[in-house]
């Protein structure tokens, strides 16, 4: 790994008796991947969880969160890339990399706005030192096995090495690893702003510091109603080749978001199962979607029309639909400290707040996890805070 984390149990840097204890609110990726910077930088971590085992985890689109989203996801693509890269530690944490193929239903060459900024994020990307980068055209669909003619044809693509997770068996991994490391757990549901109640938690946790990593409930625990829940689901077929043609590539194409925010994208997990998705509903607490709910029987037609082999495909008989909430924010992701003062108090707060990731939060978590710890210094020095855009 990158000098400042080790991914063995035995932490980077001692704990030593002036150590700062901090306190993570929220065991997802966010908070599971900052507990483990934190403990190889030598602090000791207690976690409050507001939900065990959290729930299965949008669009980042301004200014402010686009600049630091490049930074973030490239940092991460790193840290992920070193895990798959080693044996050991691809099997254990379920991490491996593999060609990602993005599809373009107009050439990036072409005279326009929208097109000149796809090719300026292409661009960005090719020359950002990613692995396996290959600007291959309209045959990439050819070699993809892909149907050239979908939605009026496909005119141009490229391709990319990167991390694919299994979640799940990324999040054991995650928890043993930090427990490994020394951190506690408590399990704990809390439903107030931790502004009004951070100096009773410090004291329980004889903590130095907070950070709220609380995915879904980050807005809520910080007076930011700016956070909804997007509702997703994904179908899982049995990718072993025997009744299509195995894929062991991601597949995706751009195109204007519909007002039902449906998309196509297709990626092989590591145990033959294959994720079709998907779709993204603002604002949709219910997990109430069935393999006959008509956005889902949609969500499968369209990938049948992009992949044809899919037609044959067969569902996971096990695990045929998944779907769950993830922690969308309508500003940008939210790596900032608390800006708000305490009425208790007329020192600065030292609660750092990490969510509103959507559905990145794996694409991001080392980069926002670095930036967390630069907060949380910053914090325990006394400094004031300041605004994310002030940052860049």
């Known amino acids: 790994m990158n000098e400042n984390i080790t991914p063995h149990p035995q932490r980077l840097v001692q704990q030593q008796a002036d150590s700062p204890h901090i306190l993570i609110v929220g065991a997802g990726v966010i908070g599971l991947v900052t507990a483990w910077a934190l403990l190889d930088k030598g602090s000791q971590i207690a976690g409050a969880l507001w939900e065990f085992p959290p729930a299965v985890c949008g669009s980042h689109v301004d200014a ?81 096995g892909v149907n050239p003619k979908y939605e009026g044809g496909i005119k141009d693509g490229y391709e990319l090495s990167v991390p694919v997770i299994d979640t799940d068996q990324a999040m054991h991994w995650l928890t043993n690893l930090v427990l490994s490391k020394g951190a506690t757990m408590t399990t704990r549901t809390i439903d107030t702003d931790l502004l009004s109640i951070e100096q009773d938690l410090r004291n329980e946790f004889h903590a130095d510091a907070i950070v709220n990593a609380t995915g879904l409930h980050g807005g809520s625990l910080s007076g930011d109603d700016s956070c909804s829940p997007l509702r997703g689901a994904l179908l899982r077929v049995v990718n072993d080749g025997t009744t299509f043609p195995k894929v062991d590539a991601a597949l995706s194409i751009s195109a204007d978001v519909s007002a039902d925010n449906e998309i196509i994208f297709i990626v092989p997990r590591t145990d033959n199962i294959l994720l079709i998705g998907g779709i993204a509903q603002d604002n949709q607490w219910d997990l109430d979607l069935t393999l006959d709910t008509p956005v889902v029987q949609r969500m499968r037609q369209r990938a049948n029309e992009f992949l044809p082999g899919l037609k044959n495909a067969k569902l996971d008989p096990a695990y045929p639909l998944a779907q769950g909430l993830r922690p969308a924010r309508s500003k940008n992701v939210r790596v900032e400290r608390e800006l708000r003062r305490s009425e208790e108090s007329s020192e600065a707060s030292r609660i750092v707040h990490c969510y509103g990731h959507g559905g990145s939060g794996w694409s991001l978590s080392f980069g926002c996890a670095a930036d967390v710890i630069d907060l949380l210094d910053e914090a325990m020095q006394g400094k004031e805070p300041e605004a994310m855009n002030y940052r860049i």
């Open 64 to 144: 402010v969160s686009l600049e630091y989203s490049k930074h973030w996801c490239m940092t991460a693509y790193w840290a992920w890339k070193e895990i798959a890269d080693d044996a050991g530690l691809s099997r254990e944490a379920g991490v491996r990399m593999t060609q990602s193929n993005f599809f373009f239903p107009q050439r990036l060459s072409e005279d326009n706005t929208k097109c000149r900024k796809l090719l300026n994020k292409m661009t960005e990307i090719a020359g950002s030192g990613v692995e396996g980068f290959r600007h291959a055209g309209a045959k990439l669909a050819e070699e993809r």
